[in-house]
Nanobody
Framework: QVQLAESGGGSVQVGGSLKLSCTVHKNTNDDFCMGWFRQTPGKEREGVGV???????NYADSVKGRFTISRDSSETTMFLEMNSLKLEDTATYYC??????????????????????WGQGAQVTVAS
């Protein structure tokens, strides 16, 4: 089992920055791929980016160069630093633990929500 909890959401103006944090508690020896995901009403949850066990990251094209995923050395906290925010970045952001297979084959971009572990979500609102 994996318990996740996001913090740091809020409102920011276009062009501004925001940093989200995710605390991770694992009660299993299973390996997961960690990442950040977002969702807006009426749309599927989409991948923002993932971080692999070796620290390598992959990002959605829409956020590449603006968002950065990192984590602390103990891997109990993961971060999402968001810069140059745009109106279309407005969403509920979720910290997620998904299967290694989804990370390996790129399906993290549209994750299987029923099979992953998720935090409660953090609202990010970008205003003009």
């Amino acid at each position: 089992q994996v318990q996740l909890a996001e913090s740091g959401g809020g409102s920011v103006q276009v062009g501004g920055s925001l940093k989200l944090s995710c605390t991770v508690h694992k009660n299993t020896n299973d390996d997961f791929c960690m990442g950040w995901f977002r969702q807006t009403p009426g749309k599927e949850r989409e991948g923002v980016g993932v971080i692999r066990s070796g620290g390598n990251t992959n990002y959605a094209d829409s956020v590449k160069g603006r968002f950065t995923i990192s984590r602390d050395s103990s891997e109990t906290t993961m971060f999402l630093e968001m810069n140059s925010l745009k109106l279309e970045d407005t969403a509920t952001y979720y910290c997620g633990a998904i299967s290694l297979r989804e990370c390996t084959y790129g399906s993290w971009r549209l994750p299987d929500v029923d099979r992953g572990y998720w935090g409660q979500g953090a609202q990010v609102t970008v205003a003009s």
